[in-house]
Nanobody, 125 residues
Framework: QVQLVESGGRLVQPGDSLTLSCAASGDTRTMRAMAWFRRPSGKEREFVAVIGWTAGSTYYSDSVKGRFTISKDHARNMMFLRMNFLKPDDTAVYYC??????????????????WGQGTQVTVSS
């Protein structure tokens, strides 16, 4: 059974840094990419970043490019999101997601078949 578990979310101040983790379990042999999405309160879920599981190529949304870094530990089946220079607009529930499908638009939540339960990040002074 595939399972994704996020951790690391908490309350931080503007300008702070924070690292989120996502642990993947179950059969990971067909995993193609993993991504982070977020859902601000009262808004739609939005793409944050994605990493190819084999090659490690990355892609970011314009709103986080240069501030956030997505990475993976292939041996431990874990993914991370290092978030620097956090802003109040980064406040959201952050979700990790997995896709086993090649060729899907990776910014589209519909491309992902597996999701974690989410972890809350709050940026406030």
């Amino acid at each position: 059974q595939v399972q994704l578990v996020e951790s690391g979310g908490r309350l931080v101040q503007p300008g702070d840094s924070l690292t989120l983790s996502c642990a993947a379990s179950g059969d990971t042999r067909t995993m193609r990419a993993m991504a982070w999405f977020r859902r601000p309160s009262g808004k739609e879920r939005e793409f944050v970043a994605v990493i190819g599981w084999t090659a490690g190529s990355t892609y970011y949304s314009d709103s986080v490019k240069g501030r956030f870094t997505i990475s993976k530990d292939h041996a431990r089946n874990m993914m991370f999101l290092r978030m620097n220079f956090l802003k109040p607009d980064d406040t959201a529930v952050y979700y990790c997601a997995r896709t086993d499908v090649m060729g899907s638009p990776l910014e589209d939540p519909g491309a992902y078949g597996y999701w974690g339960q989410g972890t809350q990040v709050t940026v406030s002074s």
